[in-house]
């Protein structure tokens, strides 16, 4: 090998043997070539998807009599309520996985928020709620533009002094290129993934908080404006309020009530 090497490179070659080794070498270069790109075609990389919970052994699962006291606990507890202590960036992010591991056909996953954090960054969010309204006012009733300063004024008065994080809402109407489901099943989705947000929530010691669906601000809510500040670049995206989350003001209890699950259901 080192041999021919040596002849190929010292020149002394005949017309007929360069010809050879160019077209030898062009055949080989090709084949490595067409090797590499069956190879990635055959074997894509997986590091773009994240790895698969494992399944998780019953001796780790609470028993049904904790997960049903865990799930009769869940409250939903009004800004007033809460002591403006704020949760950690970790406690905040373990309630974001909770809520990522919702039902979802077809694996859409059409859930999406944003994270509004700490009193500054809320007195943002409710001052672009307030230009969105004056900047639009001449297309919204007298009464709606004063039943939304009313509720304004309650939200300034509470959500930036006593709330620790405002999660937005999303839902993608069409998450997956190749997929769009009926609507109400992506609705559905985002609606088990806030419950688990909540039932997570609720797991954490002092930890409250409740689902604003933001009627209050409807016309902003389903506005383009609204989209945009949230990344959904689809008219038919949707925003679906937010949770508005923060510690409960010590000594504070609520007491939730049921009527019986039996008349509710029928058996056959």
């Known amino acids: 090998m080192f ?17 050879l080794a160019y077209n030898l070498t062009v055949i080989y270069g090709m084949s490595v ?5 069956l190879y990635k075609v055959l074997y894509p990389p997986q590091h773009s998807s994240p790895p698969p919970c494992p399944m998780v052994s019953s001796e780790s699962l609470p028993s049904p009599q904790s997960t049903l006291a865990l799930i009769k606990s869940r409250r939903s507890i009004m800004p007033k309520d809460l002591s403006g202590e704020s949760l950690t960036r970790e406690e905040v992010e373990l309630v974001l996985e909770a809520a990522n591991w919702a039902p979802t056909h077809h694996k859409t996953e059409p859930w999406r928020y944003t994270v509004v954090e700490g009193s500054d960054a809320i007195n943002d969010y409710l001052d672009m709620m307030e230009t969105w309204y004056s900047d639009n006012k001449e297309d919204i009733s007298e009464a709606d533009y ?10 300034r008065s509470t959500w930036p002094q006593n709330v ?12 997956l290129p190749d997929k769009k489901l009926p609507e109400w099943e992506e609705i559905c989705a985002v609606a088990s993934s806030v419950q688990n947000l909540h039932l997570a929530l609720t ?5 409250g908080g409740f689902w604003s669906s933001h009627t209050w601000c409807r016309m902003f809510r389903d506005s ?21 989350i923060g510690k409960v003001q010590e000594g504070k209890t609520f007491k939730g009530k049921r009527r019986d699950w039996m008349e509710k259901v029928t058996w056959k």
């Not at 040596?6 to 070659?13: F, H």
């Not at 994080?165 to 069409?174: K, L, N, P, S, Y």
């Not at 383009?224 to 679906?240: I, N, S």
């Open 203 to 207: 797991s954490i010691e002092g930890a």
């Open 164 to 175: 620790s994080h405002v999660v937005v809402i999303g839902m993608a109407r069409q998450a």
């Open 224 to 244: 383009q404006d609204m989209r945009d500040y949230l990344g959904l670049k689809d008219a038919e995206d949707r925003v679906l309020g937010a949770f508005v």
């Open 3 to 19: 041999e021919f090497l040596e002849y190929l490179a010292s020149g002394k070659m005949t017309d007929g043997e360069g010809e």
């Open 146 to 155: 004063d039943k939304f300063l009313m509720k304004l004024s309650g939200a």
């Open 33 to 37: 070539l067409s090797m590499v790109v």
